[in-house]
C-alpha cells in the first residue's frame, strides 16, 4: 500500500518535470508551419530539419564547442586549485582560516549581474574580451569556492592516520597527495567536476557579456531566432534540445554518486 | 578532527586566493570605484562620496524591487522545501528504478537558464504552448504576458520544476545514510509514521536540508535569465527581481554609479543572511563533532 502511494507520488512528479521538456522536442520535431498553424501532441509531419540548420551551419555548433572548451577549462582550473586548497581547510588550522573559507563562500553568493559590467571592462583591458579563458576564469567566481567546498567535506571523511602513515613511509607531501590521496577522495574529486560542469555549462549572463564571435556560448547564440520574418520556433526547440544533451550524458555517468555528491560528501 | 595548527597550509590556499582575487576581488573594487564617483565619460571621475547610497536607499525603485525579490525568495522556499522532502521520501531507495528516477530528477538541473525559460515560454504561450493551451481550454483567462499574476504563476511554477530536484536530491542523500536499524527500532516501538519522520528521518535530514536552503536562498535571490527570458521582467515591472533591475540600470542605462552602490547593498544583503545561514550550519557540525 505505502509504496504503491509513494509510485504514485513519483509518477506524478516525474510527469511534472519532464512534459514541459516532452513539448520542447515535440516541437523541436515540427515545421514551423504545424508548430503556429495546427494545435497538436505529436508532430504530424515529423521532420529533422530543424537539427540540420544547427549541425550545418558554423555559426551555430560552433557555439556548442565553444561552450564545452570554456566548461572544460574551467573544471580543470576549478579543480586544480580546489584540491590543495580544500586540503589545507580539512587538516590544518592556520590564521584566518575561517574567514578565509566563508570569504570564499561569499563569492559563491555574489550576485552575477554585480560583477557583469566590471568582468566586461577587467578582460577588455587585459586583451581577453571574447575568448574561452575569459569566460572559464570569470566561471571560477562561483566554481571554486563550491569546488572547495565539496572537496573539504570529502577530505574530512579521510582519516588523518592515512596522511601520518605516508608520511612516516617517506612519501613526500606532492607523491603522497597524487599517489594516495586523490584515489581516496576520487569520488569527491568526480562530483565536485559534476558540480563544476554543471553551473558553468548552465550560466548565461557572464558567458554572454564576455564574449561577441569567437567564443559565444550556444545559449546566447539561440537568441538569433529572433528575426525579421518572425520567430523561428523549430530551430529554437531544437537548439533547446541539443543542451540538454551535454547534461543529460554526464548524469548519466555519474548516477552512482549523485545522491552523496548533492550531499556535498556531508552525510 | 583534531586539526594541526600550522600557518604554512597557506601556501596551499595561495592559488585559490590568487584566482579569486583576480576574479573577484578586482572587479568588485571596480564596483566601489563607480559607487563613490561621478563620471561625465572619457574616463574622468568625480568624487561623490555617499551620495549614490543615499539616493538608492531612499529609491522607491529600489524598495519595490528588493520587496518583490524577498517575496519571490519566500515563495519558492516555501513551495520548494516541503515539496522537496516530500519527494524525497518517495523515491525508490535501491535497484534500476532508482538510478532512473535519480537521472531523470537531475535533468533540470542541467538545462542552461535561458533554456529553461524558453521551455516555459514556450510552454505557457497561449497560442503554442502545451500549458498555455490547455488552460485556455479549460476555460481560464490566462496569458503570462499581459497578467501579473499569470507571469508570478508562471515563474514560480518554472522555479520549482527547475529547482525541487536539488532540494529532493539533497534530502534523498540525507536519507540514504539512516541505518536500517533506527527504522527497525521504530516499529518495534510501534512509532507513527509521522514520529519517524519527526524523530528519525528528519534530524538525519537537517544538515543537508540547511545547504539546501542556503543554495536555494542564494540562487533564488540571485535569479535572472529565467524570468528575464520568460516575462522580460513585465509585464511593466510585475516581475522585476533585483538582478533584472540592476542589470536595466547599468547596462540599459548605462547608470554605472547608482548600480554599483546598489550592487554593494545587494551583495551586503545576500552576504548577511548566507552568513546566519553558515554559522547555524559550522555550529551544527560542531555539535555533531562534539557528540
Given at each position: 500500500?505505502?509504496?504503491?502511494?509513494?509510485?504514485?507520488?513519483?509518477v506524478?512528479?516525474?510527469l511534472?518535470l519532464?512534459?514541459?521538456?516532452?513539448?520542447?522536442?515535440?516541437m523541436?520535431?515540427?515545421t514551423?508551419?504545424?508548430?503556429?498553424?495546427?494545435?497538436?501532441?505529436?508532430?504530424?509531419?515529423?521532420?529533422?530539419?530543424?537539427?540540420?540548420?544547427?549541425?550545418?551551419?558554423?555559426?551555430?555548433?560552433?557555439?556548442?564547442?565553444?561552450?564545452?572548451?570554456?566548461?572544460?577549462?574551467?573544471?580543470?582550473?576549478?579543480?586544480t586549485?580546489?584540491?590543495?586548497?580544500a586540503?589545507?581547510f580539512?587538516?590544518?588550522?592556520?590564521?584566518?582560516?575561517?574567514?578565509?573559507?566563508?570569504?570564499?563562500?561569499?563569492?559563491r553568493?555574489?550576485?552575477?549581474?554585480?560583477?557583469?559590467?566590471?568582468?566586461?571592462?577587467?578582460?577588455?583591458?587585459?586583451?581577453?574580451f571574447?575568448t574561452?579563458?575569459?569566460v572559464?576564469l570569470?566561471?571560477?567566481?562561483?566554481?571554486?569556492?563550491?569546488?572547495?567546498?565539496i572537496?573539504?567535506?570529502?577530505?574530512?571523511?579521510?582519516?588523518?592516520?592515512?596522511?601520518?602513515?605516508?608520511?612516516?613511509?617517506?612519501y613526500?607531501?606532492?607523491?603522497?597527495?597524487?599517489?594516495?590521496?586523490?584515489?581516496?577522495?576520487?569520488?569527491g574529486?568526480?562530483?565536485?567536476?559534476?558540480?563544476?560542469?554543471?553551473?558553468?555549462?548552465v550560466?548565461?549572463?557572464?558567458?554572454?557579456?564576455?564574449?561577441?564571435?569567437?567564443?559565444?556560448?550556444?545559449?546566447?547564440?539561440?537568441?538569433?531566432?529572433?528575426?525579421?520574418?518572425?520567430?523561428?520556433?523549430?530551430?529554437?526547440?531544437?537548439?533547446?534540445v541539443?543542451?540538454?544533451?551535454?547534461?543529460?550524458?554526464v548524469?548519466w555517468?555519474?548516477?552512482?554518486?549523485?545522491?552523496?555528491?548533492?550531499a556535498?560528501?556531508?552525510? | 578532527m583534531q586539526?594541526?595548527q600550522?600557518?604554512?597550509?597557506?601556501f596551499?590556499?595561495?592559488?585559490v586566493?590568487?584566482?579569486?582575487?583576480?576574479?573577484?576581488?578586482?572587479p568588485?573594487?571596480?564596483?566601489?570605484?563607480?559607487?563613490f564617483?561621478?563620471?561625465?565619460?572619457?574616463?574622468?571621475?568625480?568624487w561623490?562620496g555617499?551620495?549614490?547610497?543615499?539616493?538608492?536607499i531612499?529609491?522607491?525603485?529600489?524598495?519595490?524591487?528588493?520587496?518583490?525579490?524577498?517575496?519571490?525568495?519566500?515563495i519558492?522556499?516555501?513551495?520548494?522545501?516541503?515539496l522537496?522532502i516530500?519527494?524525497a521520501?518517495?523515491?525508490?531507495?535501491?535497484?534500476f528504478?532508482?538510478s532512473?528516477?535519480?537521472?531523470?530528477?537531475?535533468l533540470?538541473?542541467?538545462?542552461?537558464?535561458?533554456?529553461?525559460g524558453?521551455?516555459?515560454?514556450?510552454f505557457?504561450?497561449?497560442?503554442?504552448?502545451?500549458l498555455?493551451?490547455?488552460?485556455e481550454?479549460?476555460g481560464?483567462?490566462?496569458?503570462?504576458?499581459?497578467?501579473?499574476?499569470?507571469?508570478?504563476?508562471?515563474?514560480?511554477v518554472?522555479?520549482?520544476?527547475?529547482?525541487?530536484?536539488?532540494?529532493?536530491l539533497?534530502?534523498?542523500?540525507?536519507?540514504?545514510?539512516?541505518?536500517?536499524?533506527?527504522?527497525?527500532?521504530?516499529?518495534?516501538?510501534?512509532?507513527?509514521?509521522?514520529?519517524?519522520f519527526r524523530?528519525?528521518?528528519?534530524?538525519?535530514?537537517?544538515?543537508?536540508?540547511?545547504?539546501?536552503?542556503?543554495?536555494r536562498?542564494?540562487d533564488?535571490?540571485?535569479?535572472?535569465?529565467e524570468?528575464?527570458?520568460?516575462?522580460?521582467?513585465?509585464?511593466?515591472?510585475?516581475?522585476?527581481?533585483?538582478?533584472?533591475?540592476?542589470?536595466?540600470?547599468?547596462v540599459?542605462?548605462?547608470?554605472?554609479?547608482?548600480a554599483?552602490?546598489?550592487?554593494?547593498?545587494?551583495?551586503?544583503v545576500?552576504?548577511?543572511?548566507?552568513?546566519?545561514?553558515?554559522?547555524v550550519?559550522?555550529?551544527?557540525d560542531k555539535?555533531?563533532a562534539?557528540?
Amino acid at each position: 500500500m505505502k509504496s504503491r502511494s509513494s509510485a504514485i507520488v513519483m509518477v506524478l512528479y516525474l510527469l511534472f518535470l519532464m512534459i514541459p521538456i516532452y513539448w520542447l522536442v515535440n516541437m523541436s520535431l515540427k515545421t514551423n508551419a504545424e508548430i503556429t498553424g495546427t494545435f497538436s501532441l505529436f508532430p504530424n509531419n515529423l521532420t529533422f530539419r530543424n537539427y540540420q540548420v544547427i549541425l550545418t551551419d558554423p555559426s551555430w555548433y560552433m557555439g556548442y564547442v565553444n561552450s564545452i572548451i570554456y566548461v572544460v577549462m574551467n573544471t580543470v582550473i576549478s579543480i586544480t586549485v580546489a584540491l590543495p586548497a580544500a586540503y589545507a581547510f580539512s587538516r590544518y588550522s592556520f590564521i584566518g582560516d575561517k574567514h578565509l573559507f566563508f570569504w570564499l563562500l561569499s563569492n559563491r553568493m555574489a550576485p552575477p549581474a554585480v560583477f557583469a559590467l566590471p568582468f566586461f571592462q577587467l578582460y577588455s583591458s587585459i586583451g581577453l574580451f571574447d575568448t574561452h579563458i575569459a569566460v572559464a576564469l570569470a566561471h571560477c567566481l562561483f566554481n571554486v569556492p563550491l569546488a572547495v567546498w565539496i572537496l573539504e567535506g570529502f577530505m574530512r571523511g579521510v582519516p588523518k592516520e592515512i596522511d601520518e602513515t605516508a608520511y612516516i613511509d617517506g612519501y613526500s607531501f606532492p607523491r603522497f597527495f597524487v599517489k594516495i590521496f586523490m584515489p581516496l577522495i576520487a569520488s569527491g574529486i568526480g562530483v565536485a567536476a559534476f558540480f563544476c560542469f554543471m553551473f558553468s555549462w548552465v550560466e548565461l549572463l557572464l558567458s554572454r557579456t564576455l564574449t561577441s564571435v569567437n567564443a559565444k556560448p550556444i545559449a546566447a547564440t539561440m537568441t538569433r531566432t529572433v528575426s525579421a520574418s518572425g520567430m523561428d520556433w523549430g530551430v529554437l526547440a531544437a537548439a533547446g534540445v541539443l543542451t540538454i544533451l551535454p547534461g543529460a550524458l554526464v548524469i548519466w555517468f555519474v548516477r552512482n554518486y549523485i545522491a552523496k555528491g548533492f550531499a556535498l560528501g556531508r552525510v | 578532527m583534531q586539526k594541526i595548527q600550522n600557518n604554512r597550509a597557506w601556501f596551499l590556499v595561495l592559488p585559490v586566493l590568487v584566482l579569486v582575487a583576480f576574479s573577484a576581488v578586482i572587479p568588485l573594487m571596480t564596483v566601489v570605484n563607480y559607487a563613490f564617483n561621478d563620471t561625465f565619460g572619457n574616463n574622468e571621475f568625480f568624487w561623490a562620496g555617499l551620495e549614490w547610497f543615499d539616493e538608492m536607499i531612499h529609491s522607491d525603485r529600489l524598495h519595490a524591487a528588493l520587496g518583490r525579490q524577498a517575496l519571490f525568495s519566500a515563495i519558492i522556499l516555501a513551495i520548494e522545501v516541503p515539496l522537496g522532502i516530500f519527494v524525497a521520501l518517495n523515491m525508490p531507495k535501491k535497484g534500476f528504478w532508482s538510478s532512473l528516477v535519480l537521472v531523470l530528477m537531475a535533468l533540470p538541473l542541467l538545462i542552461p537558464f535561458n533554456v529553461v525559460g524558453t521551455i516555459w515560454q514556450i510552454f505557457g504561450r497561449v497560442d503554442i504552448g502545451l500549458l498555455g493551451h490547455t488552460l485556455e481550454a479549460i476555460g481560464l483567462d490566462y496569458n503570462y504576458v499581459n497578467d501579473p499574476i499569470d507571469a508570478w504563476a508562471t515563474v514560480i511554477v518554472m522555479d520549482v520544476w527547475h529547482w525541487t530536484s536539488l532540494v529532493a536530491l539533497l534530502c534523498y542523500a540525507g536519507l540514504q545514510s539512516i541505518p536500517q536499524a533506527y527504522y527497525q527500532a521504530a516499529k518495534i516501538d510501534q512509532a507513527s509514521r509521522w514520529a519517524v519522520f519527526r524523530y528519525i528521518e528528519l534530524p538525519k535530514m537537517k544538515g543537508v536540508l540547511l545547504i539546501a536552503v542556503l543554495l536555494r536562498f542564494m540562487d533564488s535571490f540571485m535569479i535572472y535569465t529565467e524570468p528575464f527570458v520568460v516575462t522580460g521582467g513585465g509585464p511593466g515591472n510585475a516581475t522585476t527581481f533585483l538582478s533584472i533591475d540592476l542589470v536595466k540600470m547599468a547596462v540599459g542605462q548605462f547608470d554605472l554609479g547608482p548600480a554599483a552602490a546598489f550592487s554593494l547593498m545587494y551583495f551586503l544583503v545576500i552576504m548577511l543572511v548566507s552568513w546566519v545561514f553558515y554559522t547555524v550550519m559550522s555550529n551544527m557540525d560542531k555539535a555533531e563533532a562534539g557528540q
